[in-house]
């Protein structure tokens, strides 16, 4: 698998300064996490020890503990003036964060110059330790899902796969069996990061329910949804505070997102119906039964997918922390995604040319004032230069 070129050197960068540090590397399954860091640990000179917590027994209290003082005793061995300590999956550790910032603090008062490297698949769990205890001793790294132009340039995908077969690059030597393909991305993907990421790290009451609103989501991926309809479409609901946690709880995975409409007020844009819309586009193809060439020869269908081709872009694009990601409704009109940087407000609109709906750029340019506006399809910038952008370029 290729390296992710801008963390592999962002990662190698931060670790070569002389400060000590908590580089926290946080993002969903099958994303290249692991492997970058292995990749990395060959190419750098720092000696280091480099362990798994995916095993690990529930209330083993010293896991860490005994792995650190083994970092500490190799760094005198070795006689080194720095040491890298690697902890893959820390999310599944009880305490993870506290043991984490005893070793951590006693190493600064001692002056022990060991550094550490986390890793975790689960953005939630790892955000809310680092913020309970952590807070000022870390720096976070979220790796989200490919970009196209990293699987074409690893996996030679054009644009139409990409839009088919999203970002995911473990799979990708299975796109010409799609059976296989889609075993994958249900039983190696979908499946672990529900019941192993979610399900074993937070409590949800409804396991099911988390379930089916991710496979509602999954169908309406890419249209605004009220919480009202969601709940007529699931079975044993609950209410909208359960599907509100739930929607948190997939995006922290990296599954599925409810964007929040904008309206310049933060009360009301919590209070809003969210916009679902994928991470990346393999979730809704591993549903569909008509297969990516059947797909592609319906227009009306493929647009679809070219559109969540779009929203799967700006969205990984905003977890990266990039700007802020909303859409915009009022009545008829309606702005697929504002994207907000600062006080910076763009406005993009997008037309795959098959669907029929009533611009909503002119409407809320009397609401909101627009840095820039940008239609994507067959009347603007195609959707194919679209994904190939800099979004951030778009704020100059």
């Known amino acids: 698998m290729e390296i992710r070129r801008l963390y592999y050197e962002k990662l190698l960068t931060r670790i070569k300064e002389p400060r000590r540090f908590i580089q926290v590397i946080a993002g969903p399954r099958q994303v290249g996490k692991t492997t970058t860091v292995r990749q990395l640990l060959q190419e750098m000179d720092l000696p280091y020890k480099n362990v798994i917590a995916d095993n690990v027994a529930s209330g083993n209290d010293v896991w860490i503990d005994q792995h650190w003082e083994a970092a500490r005793q190799e760094l005198i061995l070795q006689q080194a003036s720095a040491y890298l300590l690697v902890i893959d999956e820390i999310q599944k550790i009880d305490n993870w964060s506290e043991v984490v910032k005893k070793n951590w603090d006693a190493d600064t008062a001692a002056g022990v110059p060991i550094k550490l490297l986390l890793l975790g698949s689960s953005r939630l769990m790892l955000q809310q330790g680092l913020s309970e205890s952590l807070a000022g001793r870390f720096e976070l790294v979220p790796m989200l899902h490919w970009s196209f132009a990293e699987m074409q340039e690893a996996f030679d995908f054009s644009e139409e796969q990409y839009a088919w077969f999203g970002g995911y690059p473990g799979a990708a030597d299975l796109v010409h069996d799609e059976k296989r393909w889609k075993d994958y991305i249900l039983n190696s993907i979908i499946e672990p990061s529900i019941s192993k990421d979610i399900l074993m790290l937070t409590r949800v009451d409804k396991p099911?329910?988390?379930?089916?609103?991710?496979?509602?989501?999954?169908?309406?991926?890419?249209?605004?949804?009220?919480?009202?309809?969601?709940?007529?479409?699931?079975?044993?609901?609950?209410?909208?505070?359960?599907?509100?946690?739930?929607?948190?709880?997939?995006?922290?995975?990296?599954?599925?997102?409810?964007?929040?409409?904008?309206?310049?007020?933060?009360?009301?844009?919590?209070?809003?119906?969210?916009?679902?819309?994928?991470?990346?586009?393999?979730?809704?193809?591993?549903?569909?039964?008509?297969?990516?060439?059947?797909?592609?020869?319906?227009?009306?269908?493929?647009?679809?997918?070219?559109?969540?081709?779009?929203?799967?872009?700006?969205?990984?694009?905003?977890?990266?922390?990039?700007?802020?990601?909303?859409?915009?409704?009022?009545?008829?009109?309606?702005?697929?995604?504002?994207?907000?940087k600062g006080s910076k407000l763009i406005a993009i609109e997008v037309k795959s040319g098959h669907t029929l709906r009533k611009t909503g750029i002119s409407a809320g340019a009397k609401e909101f004032s627009f840095y820039k506006t940008l239609l994507v399809g067959i009347e603007g910038l195609h959707w194919k230069d679209f994904i190939k952008i800099n979004l951030l370029r778009l704020f100059d």
């Open 208 to 340: 099911a329910l988390l379930k089916q609103t991710f496979e509602l989501g999954c169908i309406y991926s890419g249209q605004q949804l009220s919480f009202n309809k969601m709940i007529g479409q699931l079975q044993d609901a609950g209410n909208t505070t359960t599907l509100a946690h739930y929607l948190t709880l997939l995006s922290s995975a990296g599954l599925l997102a409810g964007l929040q409409k904008y309206s310049g007020a933060v009360v009301h844009t919590r209070n809003s119906s969210p916009k679902l819309q994928v991470y990346n586009n393999a979730l809704i193809s591993a549903y569909n039964g008509d297969g990516f060439a059947a797909t592609k020869s319906n227009p009306a269908l493929w647009g679809r997918w070219v559109e969540n081709t779009i929203g799967q872009h700006l969205l990984n694009h905003s977890a990266m922390g990039d700007f802020d990601l909303y859409y915009w409704r009022h009545a008829n009109h309606e702005i697929d995604f504002i994207l907000k």
